[in-house]
């Protein structure tokens, strides 16, 4: 592979942010021991991907980060499973992070496409069998792309959020006020802070400052991106399929209960497991990246 650069030299849209800034981020969160190990590659010339690299012959990882994030801001967590014996690939989706686009701006469709295309790729130096790793939004995007590539054949879910059951009646008033107002505002933008508490998810984090001020981090979304997710059926609620699958939830997650993810799995009609993470939260890839190498890799050795 000899696509690398220099990330910060990658233009993603109007994002501007200052040196500094961006290496006392990195160092608050504990970065610099892990990128030193990323590899950067670009497919398609526009997605950009963070590759640990463990042997040609070792099972493939892709990672899909939550809402907002990109997959910088998970080196400790990707470079750690990756040291179990994983080629770990990390993808900024579509206008996030380094990652080409407008600001916030895709659809499910288009990241089914790109997860693809980043199959395509690796295929040309890695033979392992592929497996995908979503957290938080990148859960729905992963058994998305899991339903139309039969190269993935398992699937992680960080939490896994599925539109045919609303965990409440605000979040299904909310779609459907989404899904109609994207009909007539597809790139008006809604501040994610009117529904998450970033600041509560982040409480006593010693880069908390730093992140609420990242210019890469994606916190105003176009009505488009969200109807899109909003409205995106799951064919595992009717269907079985050739991957194996999981959700791994946090006892105390500050977004979705953990009887949430036990209702999905009862609704799926293919097979989901439920790995149940004792006393932790949402944010546990950051929170917890030990205990999350652990579990991951446990699993992904089990089912590839």
Known sequence: MNDFFDPLN???????????????????????????????????????????????????????????????????LLSGISDQGFNVVGIDLRGHGYSAGNRGDYRVEQIIDDVSAVIDYLSEQYSGPVGVYGYSIGGLLAVAAAERDIRILSVLCGTLLVTEIAPDLVHQFGWSWTWSSAL???????????????????????????????PRIVYD?????????????????????????????????????????????????????????????????????RLLITEVSNWFKKTL
């Open 10 to 76: 990658l233009f993603t849209g109007k994002v501007k942010e200052n040196a500094n800034s961006r290496q006392t981020l990195r160092e608050k969160l504990g970065l610099i021991p892990f990128l030193a190990k990323r590899q950067n590659i670009t497919v398609n010339q526009s997605i950009h991907c963070e590759l640990y690299h463990f042997s040609n012959e070792a099972p493939v990882l892709i990672f899909l980060p939550g809402i907002g994030t990109y997959c910088e801001l998970y080196a400790e």
């Open 184 to 214: 007539f505002f597809p790139h008006l933008k809604i501040p994610m802070k009117t529904f998450i508490d970033y600041e509560q998810l982040l409480k006593g984090h010693p880069a908390a400052a730093e992140i609420s001020q990242d």
């Open 221 to 289: 979304y176009p009505l488009g991106t969200l109807a899109s997710l909003f409205t995106h059926a799951s064919g595992a609620m009717k269907r079985y399929y050739n991957f194996k699958a999981a959700i791994i939830h946090g006892e105390r997650d500050e977004v979705l209960p953990l009887a949430y993810s036990k209702q999905v799995i009862e609704s799926m009609t293919h097979p989901f497991e439920l790995i149940e993470l004792k006393n932790e939260g949402h944010m546990v890839p950051w929170d917890n990246p």
